[in-house]
């Protein structure tokens, strides 16, 4: 599996895969924190998570469809600017009731980038390394989350919940 990561067509995807799944989580538990800061409710905090999680679920094989005939590059570049809009959004905003809304074109853009990056890898590599090449990738899900997940602890308490969704946009928007 290790050989894969020297193989130079990976280890860009590697690299954004990594980023979007990093910050993926990094807003997510933003938003989760916004939410349930200002409505104190653990039912709006549910909500959130089934809008950057259910919803987008459901609504992703429709969008698949009229995506079908883009390239995975313009894909790709379009997810990450959509979850970096998302982020600059609840940076510069704040908490409102759109905030369920951003959290549903947070997950979409998330599903599309992890999707699109995943077919990339199968158009990039062949044999042995496709099969590596998506350990890889799923070893690195696996690793970013518990990373992701003390992070966004650690920003969001240092500094804010709008801090930190405004320092995840430019990530996004750089690896776009």
Not at 19 to 35: D, I, P, Q, R, T
Not at 86 to 115: K, N
Not at 136 to 149: E, I, T
């Given at each position: ?26 807003g ?24 950057t ?55 979409i ?68």
């Amino acid at each position: 599996m290790t050989s894969v990561l020297r193989l130079r067509a990976f280890r860009p995807l590697a690299g954004v895969y990594t980023l979007n799944a990093l910050l993926e989580w990094l807003g997510s538990m933003a938003l989760m924190v916004l939410v349930y800061g200002e409505t104190k409710s653990s039912l709006a905090a549910a909500a959130l998570l089934f809008c950057t999680q259910v919803v987008p679920g459901l609504l992703l094989p429709f969008i698949a469809t009229h995506v079908e005939g883009w390239s995975s590059r313009s894909l790709i570049r379009s997810a990450l600017l959509l979850q970096a809009g998302a982020f600059v959004l609840v940076g510069t905003v704040g908490f409102g009731v759109w905030v369920f809304a951003v959290a549903i074109a947070l997950g979409i853009g998330c599903g599309l980038a992890r999707s699109a990056i995943r077919g990339q890898v199968g158009v990039t590599l062949s044999g042995d390394d496709v099969r590596d090449a998506n350990a890889a990738v799923n070893l690195v899900a696996g690793l970013v989350l518990p990373v992701a997940q003390m992070l966004a602890g650690i920003l969001i308490r240092a500094v804010s919940v709008e801090s930190t969704s405004l320092g995840a946009a430019p990530g996004l928007a750089f690896s776009a």
